[in-house]
C-alpha cells in the first residue's frame, strides 16, 4: 500500500489531454514538493521537471505539474505515443522522515 | 557529466548478504546527500534510505522495511557510496537504483528537498532466493 494515492491506469489518444492525480496528506504533499518521474520500460526512472520548471533535455514542455492543498496532478497536453510509460509521483514525508511515492499510474496512448 | 553507475547486485540465499556499490562521477560527491531507491519486479517505487554528506553529519536514516537489516556507507576519497545488505529475505529481490538530489545546483538540505531525486543511475538486480 503506497502512501501516495495514484489511479493505476490512464488513457488517452494522441493529440488529447490527460491529467494523472497524486494523493497524499500534510505531512507529504500538503507540507513538501511534489515530483513526478516517467519511466519507460526496461530503464530507471526519469524526473520530468523539477520547481523550477526546468527539464532534463529530451522532455518537452507538454508535461506539467500542479499542487492543491495535500493533492498534486500531473498534466500531459498533445499526447503522443512515446509517452506510454509508467508515471510516478514522490514527496518527502515529514513523519516518515524518508520519500514517498505513488503506486504508479501506467498511461496507455490507445 | 554527471552519472551514477551500481554494481554488486546478483543472486543470494535467503538470510545472506550482498553489499551494493554506487560509482559517482561529474559532481563534488563529498557535498552530495544520497539515496538508494528500490523496485520489486513488476512493483512500484519504493525508497530505501539516504546518507548525508559529512559536512552535513553524515548521517544515514532508513525506510522501515529495511531498519537494522541495511546499512548505507560513503568512501568520499573513492566517490563511491554502498549499500550493505544482511539477512536478505525474498521481498528484498528488486532493482536497486542510487540516486541524487540537485547536484547540478549545489549541495544540502536545500537543494535536497528542493530538486528532488533527479540524477538517477541505470540499477542493479537482487535477486534474494533459494
Known amino acids: 500500500q503506497s502512501v501516495l494515492t495514484q489511479p493505476p491506469s490512464a488513457s488517452g489518444t494522441p493529440g488529447q489531454r490527460v491529467i494523472i492525480s497524486c494523493s497524499g496528506s500534510?505531512?507529504?504533499?500538503?507540507?513538501?514538493?511534489v515530483f513526478w518521474y516517467q519511466q519507460l520500460p526496461g530503464t530507471a526512472p526519469k524526473l520530468l521537471f523539477n520547481?523550477?520548471?526546468q527539464r532534463p533535455s529530451g522532455v518537452p514542455d507538454r508535461f506539467s505539474g500542479s499542487k492543491s492543498g495535500t493533492s498534486a496532478s500531473l498534466a500531459i497536453s498533445g499526447l503522443r505515443s512515446e509517452d506510454e510509460a509508467d508515471y510516478y509521483c514522490a514527496s518527502w514525508d515529514d513523519s516518515l522522515s524518508g520519500w514517498v511515492f505513488g503506486g504508479g499510474t501506467k498511461l496507455t496512448v490507445l | 557529466e554527471v552519472q551514477l553507475v551500481e554494481s554488486g547486485g546478483g543472486l543470494v540465499k535467503p538470510g545472506g548478504s550482498l553489499r551494493l556499490s554506487c560509482a559517482a562521477s561529474g559532481f563534488i560527491f563529498n557535498n552530495a546527500w544520497m539515496n538508494w531507491v528500490r523496485q520489486a519486479p513488476g512493483k512500484g517505487l519504493e525508497w530505501v534510505g539516504r546518507?548525508?554528506?559529512?559536512?552535513?553529519?553524515?548521517?544515514?536514516d532508513y525506510a522501515a522495511p529495511v531498519k537494522g537489516r541495511f546499512t548505507i556507507s560513503r568512501d568520499d576519497s573513492k566517490d563511491t557510496m554502498y549499500l550493505q545488505m544482511n539477512s536478505l529475505k525474498t521481498e528484498d529481490t528488486a532493482v536497486y537504483y542510487c540516486?541524487?538530489?540537485?547536484?547540478?545546483?549545489?549541495?544540502?538540505?536545500?537543494?535536497?528537498?528542493?530538486?528532488?531525486?533527479?540524477?538517477w543511475g541505470q540499477g542493479t538486480t537482487v535477486t534474494v532466493s533459494s
Open positions: 500534510s505531512s507529504n504533499i500538503g507540507n513538501n514538493y
Open positions: 546518507i548525508k554528506s559529512k559536512t552535513d553529519g553524515g548521517t544515514t
Open positions: 540516486t541524487t538530489n540537485g547536484v547540478h545546483y549545489g549541495s544540502g538540505s536545500y537543494y535536497y528537498y528542493y530538486y528532488g531525486m533527479d540524477v
Open positions: 520547481n523550477n520548471n
